[in-house]
């Protein structure tokens, strides 16, 4: 068959330090379960040709496929890491030339596998899938699910279960652990060829800015802030944030032990091996924070000669995130709440909104749409609060309501993933591709009413897991 990829591969121009040659395993058994139809448009790929193309893609074995080496501080403990269970199968380039990567995850074991078996479970992929895609219908920046595939493999974890493969694509999988990885070693010109590529790649428009490299620091900088804002906006928690899982292109990256808030609570945390609360949910710009520390710390020699003079401008712009992520914090909640113009107290109003939800356990992603729709008031502690919020809304400049993109009406709650992945295990996917329907359109008041309610108290999921 007629290869549809117009592979480019740009990564593989970087030293050898960066990536090996892998290929995926064979599995004679591959599955199409999920595919994508909007992205196979935006790839320029055919629909038609697409079941059988992907399944040829990943058996074929004379392109030149790689896996990505990098480092990393796993909560806060630097290590030698890599994709352990990921095989790139290049940069290709759609109709308008836009550049992406096609990485297939579940494929087998590289040598960056240590001592997994370089697989994933197909409910795991299909986890992936689903909360990606939502991240991105919610217009959240992320890495894109393509298709899934079962392997017609069984793998062990809890017992035996089934394995597969996701499809991921991304605008580029460079983390900051790939920059950990370059100042490792003693040649200087790793780290910089990996900058000007960095640079090149995802910001092309200030490459010939005579300092470009701090340049690029503060574009990324700038991502990080408006991604932790909007994963406020929406209540996500990522759960891993290590340094390797932050991409410099500002996608969320990585859907392991992730999940989305029911009742809000600024301290929660789902990840069974985030014990001490380093991924919360309230500490995740905190930790942004520290990986960008960890990213400036490779490229210092880059950002001025003298190197207490490029610490001080590094202190200096990392002083000004709080600052930054404040001001975009409250106007983000503003605009969940419908309130714009200026008022001293809009702070106050905040606060006190979520210190109710909290003690009185509130679902966070229901308690904006009440107050959307005036239902809010059906609680009588909420009565108090809402009657200064209409007082506040007065003096309001003109606000055009239909347009409100701030306050989904449905997310991918943890307890209905569960039990769609339960069901397709059985062989039933109706639930799995209607859930996946009703999250293309997260604003949209049309969504089913079923995926919208929180889970009762025996619904409740309290721990999500890594490596699964
Ligand atoms: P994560 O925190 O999920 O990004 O994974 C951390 C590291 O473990 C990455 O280098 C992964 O490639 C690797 N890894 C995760 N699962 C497996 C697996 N089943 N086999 C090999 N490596 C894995
Ligand atoms: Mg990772």
């Not at 759960?239 to 390797?244: A, E, H, Q, R, S």
Request: with cysteine; net charge positive; hydrophobic share 35%.
């Amino acid at each position: 068959m007629l290869s549809q990829w117009n592979f480019n591969n740009s990564y593989l121009q970087l030293p050898k330090i960066f990536f090996s040659k892998t290929k995926p395993n064979q599995f004679p058994n591959l599955e199409l379960i999920l595919k994508n139809q909007k992205l196979i448009d935006k790839l320029s790929l055919d629909r038609n040709k697409f079941n059988k193309f992907i399944v040829t893609s990943i058996a074929d074995d004379k392109q030149d496929f790689y896996s990505q080496a990098y480092a990393g501080h796993q909560f806060g403990h630097f290590t030698i890491l890599g994709d352990g269970r990921a095989t790139l199968l290049g940069e290709h380039l759609n109709k308008k030339s836009e550049r992406f990567d096609i990485q297939l995850k579940g494929s087998g074991k590289t040598p960056y596998s240590r001592n997994g078996d370089g697989k994933g479970t197909l409910k795991s992929m299909l986890r992936e899938y689903i909360v990606s895609e939502a991240m991105h219908n919610l217009n959240i920046k992320t890495t894109r699910s393509l298709a899934v595939l079962k392997t017609g493999e069984r793998i062990m974890r809890n017992g035996f279960e089934e394995g597969g493969i996701l499809v991921r694509v991304a605008e580029s999988h460079i983390r900051v652990g790939t920059f950990q990885l370059a100042a490792l070693s003693k040649e200087r010109k790793n780290i910089e060829e990996l900058l000007d590529y960095s640079i090149k790649r995802l910001h092309p428009e200030i490459y010939e800015h005579k300092d470009r490299h701090l340049e690029f620091y503060k574009k990324i900088v700038e991502n990080q802030i408006n991604l932790m804002i909007e994963w406020q906006r929406v209540g996500f928690i990522h759960g891993v944030m290590n340094t390797d899982n932050m991409a410099l292109s500002g996608e969320t990256i990585d859907y392991g032990p992730c999940a989305f808030l029911d009742e809000y609570n600024p301290n929660k945390v789902f990840s069974s091996i985030d014990q001490k609360g380093r991924y919360a949910f309230n500490n995740q710009p905190k930790i942004a924070l520290w990986n960008l520390a960890r990213f400036a710390e490779t490229i210092l020699h880059l950002i001025h000669k003298d190197q207490t003079l490029a610490i001080k401008i590094i202190e200096d712009l990392l002083k000004s995130f709080e600052k930054k992520y404040y001001e975009l914090w409250l106007k983000m909640m503003k605009n969940k709440l419908q309130i714009n113009n200026h008022n001293e107290k809009d702070e106050k109003l905040i606060i006190e909104l979520l210190d109710l939800m909290h003690v009185f356990k509130l679902d966070f992603t229901n308690t904006f749409i009440e107050i959307d729709n005036d239902q809010i008031k059906k609680h009588d502690f909420m009565k108090n609060w809402y009657s200064k919020l209409k007082e506040r809304r007065k003096i309001n400049k003109k606000f055009n309501k239909t347009n409100d993109k701030y306050n989904p009406k449905i997310i991918p709650r943890n307890h209905i993933i569960e039990k769609v992945l339960n069901e397709s295990e059985n062989g039933n996917y109706d639930n799995l591709y209607k859930f996946i329907e009703n999250l293309n359109e997260p604003y949209s008041n049309e969504v089913n009413s079923n995926f919208q309610k929180g889970p009762s108290e025996d619904e409740k999921i309290h721990q999500t897991f890594c490596g699964t």
